[in-house]
């Protein structure tokens, strides 16, 4: 019903900065939320960021230098991501939750493919 795509992975140096995006199609509901999660290898999927009616919403290891935001008329989601470090460096899903906001990825409707981020020291 819904699919998402993300985009603006890439590899940067410590330090450095990426925008990552996540464009919504289908059919949307207005109570929706929208979140980051990231993958490392072996790891489970840790909750980044998220956003919905009631504001944003951050892990402790991202707050201060993440920064996510919403553009609703064209349904999409950004990361903005500052002052990267190698414990950043992940597979970045951004997901869809039909009803309100929520830190756990298991209650998220849809998913993302996943974009890259690399970070070197």
């Known amino acids: 019903q819904v699919q998402l795509v993300e985009s603006g992975g890439g590899l940067v140096q410590a330090g450095g900065s990426l925008r990552l995006s996540c464009t919504a199609s289908?059919?949307?509901?207005?109570?929706?939320?929208m979140g980051w999660f990231r993958q490392a290898p072996g790891k489970e999927r840790e909750f980044v960021a998220a956003?919905?009616?009631?504001?944003?919403y951050y892990a402790d290891s991202v707050k201060g230098r993440f920064t996510i935001s919403r553009d609703n008329a064209k349904n999409t989601v950004y990361l903005q991501m500052n002052i990267l470090k190698p414990e950043d460096a992940a597979v970045y899903y951004c997901?869809?939750?039909?009803?309100?906001?929520?830190?756990?990825?298991?209650?998220?409707?849809?998913w993302g493919q996943g974009t890259q981020v690399a970070v070197s020291s």
């Open positions: 289908g059919r949307t509901l207005s109570g929706y939320a």
């Open positions: 956003v919905s009616g009631s504001g944003t």
């Open positions: 997901g869809y939750k039909i009803y309100g906001y929520s830190r756990t990825a298991a209650t998220y409707d849809y």
